[in-house]
């Protein structure tokens, strides 16, 4: 089972307001990964960090989103401003190397 | 262009019954492929996963797969479900693009297993 903990759960906010989430991935684990995941099943890659670099990131997270891996702290996601279409389930993943991924509860994101 | 594309968006068995999932996959590179499964609500468990060798892969709570590359499929079998087996059935490719790894997913399908 995965050990890649992700807070909050749930988080409810306005348009406009910032949307701020965390991951600790798994202990040994390089590799973090977030992905959106919407209603219909479809997901997104959004971001991914080797020890505290980012490797790749799509145009949206580059524009809307910040994240980052610190070292010692755990990594995290945030929508500068939210709007309805970020409504989503926010996964988390850690990996070893890159290609095995062990993913975390989520952050389900509702945006009012 | 890398598509995993899962034909099946609902399944519907007995408890006790066989089950297989069906996979196809399109990637050019080295394969890379697993199965996750998702509970209602949650995250994304692990379940098996296939790099090379052996084209049957064993993994957790009964399941196998099957890896054929002359059908460019991946399909996920288990030879007796359970009611806890209900849940949507994600099968991955980990592609390589720009310079990093990253999981290309299957449109889902949700196993409803009746009791």
């Known amino acids: 089972n995965s050990k890649v903990i992700q807070t909050p759960r749930y988080l409810v906010k306005g348009q406009g307001q910032k949307a701020k989430m965390r991951c600790i991935p798994e202990k040994g684990h390089p590799v973090v990964f977030w992905y959106q995941q919407n209603k219909n099943n479809e997901f997104k890659f959004l971001i991914n960090f080797q020890n505290q670099e980012v490797l790749q990131q799509i145009d949206m997270t580059e524009k809307r989103f910040s994240a980052e891996c610190p070292s010692n702290s755990p990594c995290s996601l945030e929508i500068q401003s939210s709007e309805a279409g970020d409504s989503a389930l926010y996964l988390c993943a850690s990996s070893p190397g890159q290609n095995e991924q062990y993913f975390g509860p989520g952050t389900r994101l509702t945006v009012l | 262009t890398q598509t995993v594309s899962q034909s099946d968006a609902h399944v519907t068995v007995f408890e006790g019954d066989s089950v297989e999932l069906r996979c196809n996959y399109s990637?050019?590179?080295?394969?890379?492929l697993s199965w996750y499964i998702q509970h209602h609500g949650r995250g994304l468990q692990f379940l098996l996963k296939y790099y090379s060798g052996n084209p049957v892969v064993q993994g957790v709570n009964g399941f196998e797969a099957e890896f054929s590359k002359s059908d460019s499929s991946f399909h996920l079998r288990k030879a007796s479900v359970h009611w806890s087996d209900s849940a949507v059935y994600f099968c991955?490719?980990?592609?390589?693009?720009?310079?990093?790894?990253?999981?290309?997913f299957g449109s889902g399908t949700q196993l409803t297993v009746m009791p």
């Open positions: 991955a490719v980990s592609a390589f693009s720009s310079g990093s790894w990253q999981l290309i």
């Open positions: 990637y050019g590179g080295s394969i890379y």
